[in-house]
């Protein structure tokens, strides 16, 4: 079975940092594009950032370029968000999400966490 | 970056009910297209990639169409576990962009 965990959220004040984990099991991570997808309370879904397999090409939204860092470490099978300069608009539930796969330079949430909850507040 | 529109926002709809939900991309995105259902509380599921093909485990009155710029998910009879709310996203190219979902509600 296919299971996703986030842990590392919490209450953050504004230009302060926090790294978000994955950690995954049940399937082969190393053979997965992954991302993390953010949701503020009461909105809808917005993509963060993506990575490849292989970590070797990373991708950010706009809105976190410069500030947030995605990557991973395969041999622990877990997915990393280093997030810093936070500001209160970053305050969101973060998910991180496997792809569903079999289409190249491509990515759909096949697979997801529950969320970590990122609070960014004085 | 593709602009994801999704109409429309919210529909009221009652149980045996057809429903159509389209999402327009603001350039071509090919059939790169995939839709997610999302209940309160919980994580958003997969339900069409590929713009019309059915993932696994997922009813079959949940179908996708279109191409290019224009999409639609049909729900053919509503049952009452598919009051939640719809997203479209399109896997074209980063960044990757959602739609702004569409709430179904209850009549």
């Known amino acids: 079975e296919v299971q996703l965990l986030e842990s590392g959220g919490g209450l953050v004040q504004p230009g302060g940092s926090l790294r978000l984990s994955c950690a995954v099991s049940g399937f082969t991570f190393n053979s997965y594009d992954m991302s993390w997808v953010r949701q503020a309370p009461g909105k809808g879904l917005e993509w963060v950032s993506g990575?490849?397999?292989?970590?070797?090409?990373?991708y950010y939204a706009g809105s976190v370029k410069g500030r947030f860092t995605i990557s991973r470490d395969n041999s622990k099978n877990t997915l990393f968000l280093q997030m810093s300069s936070l500001r209160a608009d970053d305050t969101a539930l973060y998910y991180c999400?496997?792809?569903?796969?079999?289409?190249?330079?491509?990515?759909?949430?096949?697979?997801w966490g529950q969320g970590t909850l990122v609070t960014v507040s004085s | 970056d593709v602009q994801m529109t999704q109409s429309p926002s919210s529909l009221s709809a009652s149980v045996g009910d057809r429903v159509t939900i389209t999402c327009r991309a603001s350039q071509s995105i090919s059939y790169f297209l995939t839709w997610y259902q999302q209940k309160p509380g919980k994580a958003p599921n997969l339900l069409i990639y590929a713009a019309s093909s059915l993932q696994s485990g997922v009813p079959s009155r949940f179908s996708g169409s279109g191409s290019g710029t224009d999409f639609t998910l049909t729900i053919s009879s509503l049952q009452p576990e598919d009051f939640a709310t719809y997203y479209c996203?399109?896997?074209?190219?980063?960044?990757?962009?959602f739609g702004q979902g569409t709430k179904l509600e209850i009549k």
């Open positions: 999400a496997k792809d569903r796969g079999g289409y190249s330079n491509s990515w759909s949430g096949g697979n």
């Open positions: 990575i490849s397999s292989n970590g070797g090409a990373t």
């Open positions: 996203q399109q896997s074209y190219t980063t960044p990757y962009t």
